[in-house]
């Protein structure tokens, strides 16, 4: 099992396949590298190395109790990219993957950077704030934290439904799939599970975003009710200097899944641009 450990002591799994020049990429919670393995498989047939972690207290990583926060994710990826030393990388991240893309470029700049994509993702700020009247109120947040205190395989089992928009009229449901969300959100531990809730929902990636300086790919579906466009991709695409739009019509949170052969495609072309 491909791993290494990080400065505190946590050691990160991460899977590394192929070989030419290397795209990185940040999963969702409370999924793990596995969430992203149809477009790993794509690229990587085409001549790309990727390399994908699961962030820590998710997936096959350890479950620290310390370091569920924005900070030491965008750290614990600056760790990922210095220990296989990539240079020139394309990073990839979905929903708070997004937001540790962000973080890990405000934190430590783009000198090992190419290119980013933001997918589905939470900057620049999903709290509704003074400053961001149009974010989800913390009442919104609480009863995820409820649900995942509660009940957290319900929980999971629940939340499949609305992040691949299988709740949508005429949608076609795949049980397999929401079977493969429950089992990655039961991978992720208690304290990843409860903590993260915060770390995507209140850290503010506004400054973050601006200190992106390399071209950017912001996708995201019209119908994502996990994190709605009006208030994230589309002001995200707006503060970063070197980023074009990309909205995929009716697609839903998952769409790295529902849409992937539309979402391959349109990362093969930006990548290759």
Known sequence: MAAFTTKDGTEIYYKDWGTGEPVVFSHGWPLSSDAFEDQMFFLSSRGYRCIAHDRRGHGRSSQPWQGNDMDTYGDDLAELVE?????????????????????YIGRHGTKRVAKAVLIGAVPPLMLKTAANPGGLPIEVFDQIRAGVVADRSQFWKDLSLPFYGYNRPGAKVSEAIRESFWLQGMMCGFPAAYYCIKAFSETDLTEDLKKIDVPTLVLHGDDDQIVPIDDSGRLSAKIVKKAALKVIPGAPHGMCTTHKDEINRHLLEFIKS
Do not use: C, N, Y
């Open 83 to 103: 220990h296989l030393d990539l240079r020139d990388a394309v990073h990839v991240g979905h929903s708070t993957g997004g937001g540790e893309v962000a973080r």
